[in-house]
């Protein structure tokens, strides 16, 4: 199973950013999905999920209403959405493949992840 992780870059604040994640390995249209993100020296954490079928999206608080997370299982292809950027959403963006929807917010629902993707905002 491969994730590949791309569109990071360096933004200034109230910008826009829009991540993709490439998979391939697994069976893309059957797999929930979700982004985490990890800024330097804190824990990695949820930033959103999306489930097979895309009737199910879950964001964290602190991106609702500024992210979307959206799939295209035709191109078996995630996309994370980042609208209003702030100093605080620099990270490295992680997606990941889930194996339990019901924990979608936490590290330990993931099966497998990708490399990362270094989203830096400025001020």
């Known amino acids: 199973v491969q994730l590949q992780a791309s569109g990071g870059g360096l933004v200034q604040a109230g910008g826009s950013l829009r991540l993709s994640c490439a998979a391939s390995?697994?069976?893309?249209?059957?797999?929930?999905m979700g982004w985490f993100r990890q800024a330097p020296g804190k824990e990695r954490e949820f930033v959103a999920g999306?489930?097979?079928?895309?009737?199910?999206?879950v964001y964290s608080g602190s991106v609702k209403d500024r992210f979307t997370i959206s799939r295209d299982n035709a191109k078996n292809t995630m996309y994370l959405q980042m609208n209003s950027l702030k100093p605080v959403d620099t990270a490295v963006y992680y997606c990941?493949?889930?194996?339990?929807?019901?924990?979608?917010?936490?590290?330990?629902?993931?099966?497998?992840w990708g490399q990362g993707t270094l989203v830096t905002v400025s001020s």
């Open positions: 390995g697994l069976t893309f249209s059957n797999t929930d």
């Open positions: 999306i489930d097979w079928g895309e009737s199910n999206r």
């Open positions: 990941a493949a889930a194996r339990n929807w019901r924990r979608i917010r936490f590290t330990d629902a993931y099966a497998y």
